[in-house]
């Protein structure tokens, strides 16, 4: 039987809200501030496991307003070679750490923590887009 070395599937959010963006201070390692996200489990769609992720790591139950683009550098997660979908999406509340997340806040665009992953070229790619309108071209290898 073959063995097959795929990279895992992730989604994460970018959820923006009055006053900035949310971030999750994660408990395990690598620690730090990040995104709302984690892995999609068998059988759930990368939308269903958006949404979960965020009402578990922030309270937030969120509303998906788009798909953004999908990451997938192998040294993006030093653990392993994951593959994130990041959804834009927006929420109403205040959020607050869950599951695996220490705390969640809602940070300044302009005043973001040194952030885990590539997080903060994403970050940084939503900021572009919703300025220009212009999504990021393949991501360099």
Known sequence: MTKYRNPLPTVDVVLLMEGGVVLIERKNPPLGWALPGGFVDEGESYERAAIRECKEETGLDASLTEQFYTYSAPGRDPRFHTATTIYLAKAEGEPVGG?????ARIWPLDALPPLCFDHLRIIEDVRRYLATGVR???ANP
């Open 99 to 103: 599951d695996d997340a220490a705390q």
């Open 136 to 138: 990021p071209g393949v």
